[in-house]
């Protein structure tokens, strides 16, 4: 005997199962960026970055900014190959880049820099202030201390972020803590932060890691859609140091 099921006395049944998978795979789409990177929302009535238009997270053929004193360089500005990377220091893709990163400059050595700009994403609360921290912290300590402090969020074994860290991380690092906590309560850094981060939305930055491959030679860019694996990296630089 044959068994009636709902999809077969209501044709409206399937519409609706189909209507829900569309849904749920454009939200899951829409704000988890996929498995390699954070996205900012496009929604155009909550913008992420100021001053920015709606449509600004549209990707577009542009360059990212050229490095300047401006930016935290690890290695020589005068390196074959320069990783230009944009981000948050709350995104996890970008704790998993560093590992990567790490391997990078280990594997190319002197022949390779590492940029870093800020991208701090709105939807991650302790993302703007850890940003200020890294700059108060450079501003006490020179560049030194601001890889120093991307070594203690990113390289250190502790990946939870919390802002509660941060007196103790300038601590460890040397700055001085009177100096750092009155800078971190003000907004010196924020133009600059801002900056950064709309330099590379222009240039279709849309996410973080935001990266970008760099011949200092020729000045040719290839961009890497998020945290990549090392051989992603191997393809884009080999060509530029071998």
Request: hydrophobic share 40%; proline share 8%; net charge negative.
């Amino acid at each position: 005997m044959a068994t009636d099921t709902p999809s077969q006395n209501n044709p409206w049944f399937a519409v609706s199962i189909g209507l829900m998978g569309l849904i749920l795979g454009f939200s899951i789409a829409s704000f988890t960026g996929g498995a390699l990177g954070m996205r900012i929302p496009t929604n155009p009535s909550v913008p992420s970055v100021p001053n920015v238009p709606a449509d600004a997270n549209q990707p577009v053929e542009s360059p990212v900014p050229e490095v300047t004193a401006e930016d935290h360089i690890r290695g020589s500005i005068n390196a074959k190959a320069v990783v230009i990377e944009y981000l948050d220091f709350e995104c996890p893709f970008c704790h998993r880049n560093a590992a990567t990163m790490k391997t990078v400059m280990d594997t190319y050595g002197a022949d390779v820099a590492h940029v870093v700009r800020h991208f701090p994403l709105e939807f991650h609360p302790a993302a703007m202030p850890y940003a200020r921290a890294s700059e108060c912290v450079a501003s006490l300590g020179g560049e030194g201390a601001f890889w120093k402090f991307y070594d203690a969020v990113f390289n250190s074994g502790d990946s939870e972020v919390d802002v509660t860290k941060l007196p103790t991380i300038a601590k460890n690092i040397g700055v001085n803590s009177a100096k750092f906590d009155e800078c971190l309560k003000g907004t010196e850094f924020d133009a600059k932060i801002q900056a950064q981060q709309q330099g590379g939305v222009a240039a279709g930055i849309n996410g973080t890691p935001g990266l970008a491959v760099v011949n200092n030679s020729t000045k040719a860019q290839t961009r890497l859609p998020g945290a990549v694996p090392f051989s992603d990296f191997q393809a884009a630089i080999d060509p530029i140091v071998k």
